[in-house]
């Protein structure tokens, strides 16, 4: 199973991007998705989960700027980050609970995506 995750990049305070992410292999079924980020010398911290049924839950920092969302049809995570700050920046990194056929759920991380918010 691997993540690859998309669409980081540099981007002008205020300014918007959209992050993805997608599982690929032999997925049985998907639980959680999330994204994560890390700046440099922070430690990694949650920026938003979404649950199988839809259920969303954001860090206090991005409520309102950032919507997180999946198409499990696609294996996909996505990330969608308006109203961006320089603070924002960071390496953002995916995560998905999922499991592999006649495996026990495991977590899984995308190879993390590089955010700079800068003018």
């Known amino acids: 199973v691997q993540l690859q995750a998309s669409g980081g990049g540099l981007v002008q305070p205020g300014g918007s991007l959209r992050l993805s992410c997608a599982a690929s292999?032999?997925?049985?079924?998907?639980?959680?998705m999330g994204w994560y980020r890390q700046a440099p010398g922070k430690q990694r911290e949650l920026v938003a989960t979404?649950?199988?049924?839809?259920?969303?839950n954001y860090v206090v920092s991005v409520k309102g700027r950032f919507t997180i969302s999946r198409d499990d049809a696609k294996n996909t995570v996505y990330l969608q980050m308006n109203s961006l700050k320089p603070e924002d920046t960071a390496v953002y990194y995916c995560?998905?609970?999922?499991?592999?056929?006649?495996?026990?759920?495991?977590?899984?991380w995308g190879q993390g995506t590089q955010v700079t918010v800068s003018s």
């Open positions: 995560n998905m609970r999922l499991r592999r056929y006649g495996m026990a759920y495991q977590d899984y």
């Open positions: 292999g032999h997925i049985a079924d998907i639980n959680g």
């Open positions: 979404i649950s199988r049924g839809g259920s969303t």
